[in-house]
């Protein structure tokens, strides 16, 4: 109930202080695993998220750093959270998140690894492949923008320009070969990168604007 109520105040708050605009929500599966990928501008991104869908069986994985702010710490737990060291080889972590998939959830990751200072996409990790690796799962590619611009927003009594965006899943093909297994993660998260770039306007693309994968997607070659 706790969670549940929780959820009600950000909604509330979501839609007194800002636009908050959803497109692609019908590609976000009505049950069933599920891996989610967004880029990552704001601490507000996973509760936008979970605006998103009616789905309770929802989660993501978020860095230990935002465990040294109480009231962030227990907005985080409250909603339901894997924490990951993101230093580190976090794979309690990995095997926390296989164990919420196979349970039918979906888990969300932000293969930048960290938050973007700027708003434009940064080089991925390969933490969402590797997710992909172990399950066999389908991928869920989203992008948000505009939770980064609250302070500014409000600060001229202007509401915030939210949007989420989603675009449709995809599989990407496992290699049983363990030789090529360093290969299939940088081409998996080079294809995970440039899924959510094509969800963002030119100028938030970042390290991937220019990117030959990128660009046959937006070319229609998915």
């Known amino acids: 109930m706790q969670r549940e109520t929780l959820l009600k105040l950000i ?17 976000i599966p009505a049950n069933g695993p599920i891996i989610l990928t967004t880029n990552h501008i704001s601490r507000l ?9 009616e789905r309770k069986d929802v989660i993501a994985m978020v860095a230990t750093k935002y465990r040294e702010k109480v009231f962030f710490r227990w907005i985080i737990e409250t909603l339901r ?8 080889s976090d794979f309690s972590a990995f095997r926390e998140a296989i164990e919420y998939l196979n349970r039918g959830w979906i ?5 930048e690894g960290t938050r973007s200072t700027t708003g434009v996409l940064q080089a991925g990790k390969p933490g969402a492949a590797l997710l992909v690796r172990k399950t066999g799962l389908p991928v869920l590619p989203a992008a948000v923008s505009g939770t980064a611009d609250m302070g500014k927003q409000l600060s001229h009594f202007r509401k915030m320009e939210i949007l989420v965006k989603f675009g449709e899943p995809y599989q990407i093909p496992l290699t049983q070969d363990e030789e090529e297994a360093k290969d ?3 081409k998996a998260t080079d294809e995970i990168m440039c899924r959510i770039a094509a969800l963002l306007p030119p100028e938030r693309r970042g390290v991937y604007a220019d ?5 046959e997607i937006l070319n229609g070659f998915v």
């Open 184 to 186: 299939w993660l940088s």
């Open 81 to 88: 959270a894997i924490w990951i060291e993101r230093e580190t």
């Open 107 to 111: 888990v969300g990751i932000s293969p």
């Open 11 to 27: 909604r509330t708050g979501f839609n007194l202080l800002s636009n908050f605009r959803v497109e692609g929500a019908e590609y």
């Open 45 to 53: 991104d996973y509760p936008a998220m979970l605006m998103c869908t």
């Open 211 to 215: 990117h030959p994968r990128l660009k």
